[in-house]
């Protein structure tokens, strides 16, 4: 009588159980197949398994679906990212960084602009604020940079683009009862009018 490879005494190594559980974890289609192939477990077993395996690798690519890249993984690759597209562009600003708290870092531009890093709870950089007050030459400036520093692969014409679609050279548009905001390669541009605080430019990262 032939056996099953469970009950064979010389069956190769990938026959065997142990086998099978460490790919039915590191990657489950294969620790199905082996489950399958040498009839490891009674059929009723093999299903649950099966099961189990299919719903923890589908639950990989679920959590991967909806997880979102931050814009920044830390202040310092901002610092760095911020410091190369001002030096493209030569713009006059240096970040000064003036406070710390778990959820933001907050840094002065000049005595008008205000840019807040907003972290999430892994410390990571999700969202940019630029704070702007004031008006003249500065504020678009410092705006063309925080767009640009967001997707350093796009041209300055995307920029320019991105920053005429905001409204930003409207000068008819009225910000303080309206915003506007744009969606480009998974990054969100909002920018409003706050009489407290100023023109306020958002950049975040999206799905």
Do not use: C
Not at 34 to 61: D, E, M, N, P
Not at 110 to 116: F, G, Q, Y
Request: aromatic fraction near 12%.
């Amino acid at each position: 009588m032939r056996h099953k490879p469970e009950q064979q005494g010389n069956s190769r190594f990938y026959q065997k159980g142990w086998f099978m559980w460490v790919f039915l974890f590191i990657f489950p289609p294969v620790g199905i197949f082996l489950l399958w192939k040498h009839k490891i477990y009674k059929k009723t077993t093999r299903f649950i398994l099966t099961t189990v395996g299919v719903l923890y690798f589908a639950s990989s690519f679920f959590l991967l679906a909806n997880s979102t890249i931050p814009l920044f993984y830390d202040h310092d690759e901002f610092v760095e990212a911020y410091q190369a597209e001002a030096k493209e562009v030569n713009v006059p600003f240096e970040l000064k960084q003036e406070e710390e708290t778990d959820h933001s870092i907050t840094s002065k531009l000049s005595e008008d602009l205000t840019i807040i890093e907003n972290k999430d709870d892994a410390g990571q950089i999700h969202e940019v604020v630029l704070v702007g007050q004031g008006e003249g030459s500065d504020i678009v400036l410092a705006m063309g940079v925080t767009i640009g520093l967001a997707n350093q692969e796009q041209s300055i014409d995307e920029v320019k683009e991105i920053m005429n679609e905001l409204k930003l050279f409207d000068e008819s548009y009225d910000f303080e009862n309206n915003e506007t905001t744009v969606e480009r390669d998974t990054i969100r541009y909002n920018m409003k009018y706050k009489q407290s605080e100023g023109l306020l430019l958002t950049v975040s990262k999206v799905n």
